[in-house]
């Protein structure tokens, strides 16, 4: 089963509430507001009702949203109550990308300002959920580009304006080593997947964009497995360095973004949807590049080196494909209105 979390006091199963005494009652789950997060001390706020908390009044019980976007929730007399209902809206992510469904539109290319640039700096951090670039400088040196220095965007591609690089993180399976990507396209998973986020740059922070629906623009990359990713080898060398839980590490020789992403950076599939993780807020313009990277298996199997929290290994942290509903996935065309001139090309990968 892809993504879905199975704690020892609560079982998911899709309309369904269990109790740890053993008893069942069954319910039909009714999800009054979409993305509403669930506040931790009233229950009878939970968007996915009713429940037997919130039937008795029970004012004081505890309410959690978890990683998978299913509810849960703790009584006063500490039993458990769950349901496998995902009640976060109807424009979740990620999804299977149907090829033959995907509907071919005109758009211009990424702009990207920035990616091609000398980095100074590059700091992962374990999360305790992933792997994650926490902070990225950019050389100021005489010698630089013209772009280092400034900061990090991406434009065109249908975007409305430009977005500024905040992070990037990767998604991985260790249990279904083949099924690790949290995007699939025609129903086909992938080992890994990376994901380059972007605020819009009108927005001041992270936590302001959060709000917007225009607020975030995603572009994910597939791994499959292959050769060893040259590009890749510092990042995957630091994990030994970060196995615990909130460690961090400068990554020796940092690599420029645009060596992270594929050749072709003209070729990918956009939608719109949400975050893949809490509080999986549906203001992402998802940007997935058609053509996947390679990891060697010696690669993939690094991120078992990353504990979390709990000194656990983080095997598993991509969540289950999402229902499309009547969202349109749009498959990128050759636009006559070119961003030729303004286009950084990505760097030469035998240099």
């Not at 979740?92 to 700096?121: C, H, R, W």
């Not at 280092?148 to 279904?176: C, M, R």
């Not at 949290?182 to 709000?211: C, M, Q, W």
């Not at 290994?313 to 289950?320: G, Q």
Request: charged share 25%; with cysteine.
């Amino acid at each position: 089963m892809r993504g879905m979390l199975v704690s020892k006091e609560t079982r998911f199963v899709t309309a369904t509430v269990f109790e740890t005494s053993g008893q069942t009652e069954i319910v039909t789950i009714n999800c009054l507001n979409p993305g509403e997060r669930v506040p931790q001390n009233m229950c009878a706020r939970n968007p996915c009702v009713p429940n037997p908390c919130t039937r008795n009044g029970d004012k004081n019980a505890k309410c959690t949203v978890e990683d998978s976007g299913s509810y849960s929730c703790q009584c006063s007399n500490n039993k458990f109550f769950s349901n496998g209902i995902t009640c976060v809206g109807n424009q979740q992510s990620p999804v299977d990308i149907k090829t033959a469904d995907a509907i071919g539109k005109e758009m211009t290319d990424l702009v990207f300002t920035g990616y091609d640039s000398d980095i100074n700096e590059l700091i992962i951090t374990n999360t305790g959920k992933t792997a994650q670039a926490t902070s990225v400088t950019l050389s100021t040196k005489a010698t630089a580009k013209e772009a280092d220095g400034k900061k990090i965007t991406i434009g065109g591609a249908d975007l409305d304006g430009t977005y500024e690089f905040e992070q990037f993180h990767f998604h991985w399976n260790l249990v279904d080593t083949a099924d690790g990507s949290e995007h699939t396209i025609d129903g086909k998973g992938f080992p890994s997947e990376i994901h380059f986020v972007h605020r819009n740059s009108k927005y001041s922070s992270v936590t302001e964009a959060l709000k917007k629906r225009d607020g975030l623009a995603v572009i994910a990359v597939l791994f499959e497995k292959g050769a060893e990713n040259e590009n890749y080898m510092e990042i995957f060398e630091s994990f030994q360095r970060i196995k615990k839980a909130k460690a961090e590490t400068p990554v020796e020789d940092p690599p420029s973004l645009m060596s992270l992403l594929p050749d072709d950076t003209t070729k990918f599939y956009r939608y719109k949807g949400s975050l893949t993780t809490k509080p999986f807020t549906e203001n992402v313009e998802w940007i997935v590049m058609e053509e996947p990277l390679e990891l060697s298996e010696a690669q993939l199997a690094k991120f078992g080196q990353l504990k979390d929290s709990e000194g656990n290994s983080i095997t598993a942290n991509d969540r289950e494909i999402q229902p499309l509903r009547d969202r349109d996935i749009f498959k990128r065309k050759a636009s006559k209105y070119s961003t030729k001139d303004t286009f950084l090309q990505p760097q030469n990968r035998s240099d």
